[in-house]
């Protein structure tokens, strides 16, 4: 025997069809869309559950808050010797007022190796001391809902008046050896027109992308993260974060967490 149709589950019907066509033409300031909700009639309810939120607190830190030696600052230990050493914590008691210095070409990350840490020949002082570095903070929330991904970031005691740039960066896990550096990747536009930001006179700056798709999060093979870099140079190189230690400084970084070690947000309204 074929089971009738209530009145209401027509109604509902009707109300869905409607909602969702106005819905798709709203210019909501909250950036909701229609592919956001899904509906169900269950029984004499009608339910509105919104598509899951991934949403994410990220803490950017120095390669030193996060137990490793700094990748592209650089002090010389012995005045006038013309070699310098990538900072580690041992050094920040004796030369957190020493000056920071570029290296004689580019130079490949390597946080892993202690030997990796130096001598190299000194080129050209950067004009900030090591404590000045590793004063540098920022945060940020990542959200994805719909493919469609958001970063909003905010820093705080970068170099003042400093180009800076952000990169989506992927490291294996565990680590090579010998390591082979990471995996850079521009954040939003692949061509590195959405990940630029200057620093103002007193060192902060805000920055928000957007992007599709969501970002990868770490994985049992791949580590993935967000990477802030300074150009000491004043210059940007695209899709190319340019010459690690020469022109190219990485500042602070964030992790991300496991897709499983995280929770995602929903919304059911009946």
Known sequence: MMKRTSLFQIMAILFIAAFSTALAQLDSPSGVVASDFTFTVAADRLVLQAAPIQRLELQFGTHIQHGLPEQD????????????????????????????????GPNRHNPFDAAANG??????????????????????????????????ASFENLVPQGLYTVWYFFVPTPHLEPH???????????????NTFRADAEGNATLEVSFEPCLQLSGVQLAAGLGVAWHSNDLAYGASPGAFGYITHAQIFTMFPKEEEIETDTATLE
């Open 180 to 194: 082979q550096g990471a995996y850079d990747l521009p954040l939003g536009a692949r061509d590195g027109s959405d």
């Open 119 to 152: 001598p190299y020949v000194k080129d050209r002082p950067l004009g900030i001391t090591l404590a000045e570095w590793l004063a540098a903070a920022g945060t940020a929330s990542y959200a994805c809902a719909d493919n469609r991904g958001t970063v909003t």
């Open 73 to 104: 600052a650089y002090i010389e230990k012995v005045p006038g010797s013309g070699q310098i050493f990538r900072a580690t914590e041992a050094d920040m008691e004796s030369y957190g007022n020493a000056q920071l210095y570029a290296t004689m």
